[in-house]
């Protein structure tokens, strides 16, 4: 296997009964020939772990390891990772399928970066494809300035394949945004993403997506004013905390980019007419790399910027 060197597949679970085993099986016939694969249960209480442990008794390269308690997604995926001892990383959850040659493709397009990441097509929870793939949604390119994730990530982390030492380099992940878009941020300071235009993922979407692509309705009533306003104040918080993040994360070698984050961590820190002012300012200078993540014309881009001047994103 010296040719292949061994990629980890960690696969993140919680209450995943309905949709793993499917996902468990595309793993495993991969035509990669070197994988091993993690998964880390988040203290399911449906039958996931039951399945968990079938496919572990069934395949000598799965170990199944079960928490105690309830770490959250990021953090479920922050501790699998940890315990991969492979070269190579490809994150997974729970309720995808991944086509055979998907992590043979990765591997061989991915040259010296330290990321890359592939298209996929949206599916339902009857296996059914819904007609889009994600790039009709979201800008799939590849990414080399940490600037162009300073409000978003169009990189999904099922769609990744990483190099260990990124994210030795980027643990522990930020409790305030996704680990893939963490991940995304640091890869910027070490060559950046690459995108495969290939779709090799079915990436499900239903009611129970910690991060979906398209939004799923569901029956929530409508919450009180006052809740509305908690919510807002807390996501506003959450808000500054991963700007805060990005500022102190950004490697001082990058010194145009740290000046950004700074200046952007001023401009977020009240709603004052002069924070106003250089958010919007700020946005306008930098909308092409701020939005490099969405699908916008350029009057949108514009639109976009002075909307900052009544809030935060």
């Not at 397009?109 to 929870?125: A, F, K, P, Q, T």
């Not at 701020?290 to 001047?309: D, G, P, Q, T, V």
């Amino acid at each position: 296997m010296n040719d292949y060197p061994l990629i980890s597949v960690v696969v993140a679970t919680y209450n995943g009964a309905k949709f793993i085993g499917a996902q468990l099986d595309s793993i495993i016939t991969q035509t990669y020939p070197n994988i091993e694969i993690i998964i880390v249960d988040d203290n399911s209480t449906d039958e996931t772990q039951q399945i968990l442990h079938q496919y572990a008794a069934t395949y000598e390269n799965i170990k199944v390891h079960i928490n105690a308690t309830n770490l959250g997604y990021v953090k479920n995926f922050e501790k699998g990772m940890v315990l991969a001892t492979g070269d190579f990383i490809a994150p997974s959850d729970q309720d995808d399928i991944w086509l055979p040659e998907k992590l043979s493709t990765l591997m061989h397009e991915r040259g010296d970066h330290v990321i890359v990441y592939c298209n996929s097509i949206l599916i339902d929870e009857q296996n059914n494809k819904i007609g889009k793939k994600l790039s009709d949604i979201k800008r799939l390119i590849s990414y080399d300035n940490p600037i162009m994730f300073a409000v978003g990530n169009a990189a999904p982390g099922h769609a990744m394949l990483i190099k260990k030492e990124l994210i030795t380099k980027t643990i522990p992940f930020p409790n305030m945004i996704p680990h893939d878009y963490a991940l995304g941020y640091m890869a910027c300071f070490f060559g950046g993403l690459k995108y495969v235009d290939q779709p090799l993922v079915l990436y499900r979407q239903h009611q129970n997506n910690v991060f979906a692509a398209v939004k799923i309705a569901d029956s929530q009533t409508q919450r009180s004013r006052r809740t509305r306003e908690k919510k807002k104040a807390a996501e506003t918080e959450k808000i500054r905390e991963r700007v805060t993040w990005l500022y102190n994360t950004c490697a001082e070698t990058h010194i145009t980019e740290k000046i950004f984050f700074k200046r952007m961590l001023d401009a977020y820190s009240s709603f004052s007419f002069l924070n106003n002012c250089s958010r919007v300012a700020l946005f306008l200078k930098y909308r092409d790399l701020i939005l490099a993540h969405k699908n916008r014309s350029e009057l949108r881009k514009i639109l976009y910027a002075f909307k900052l001047f009544f809030k935060i994103v």
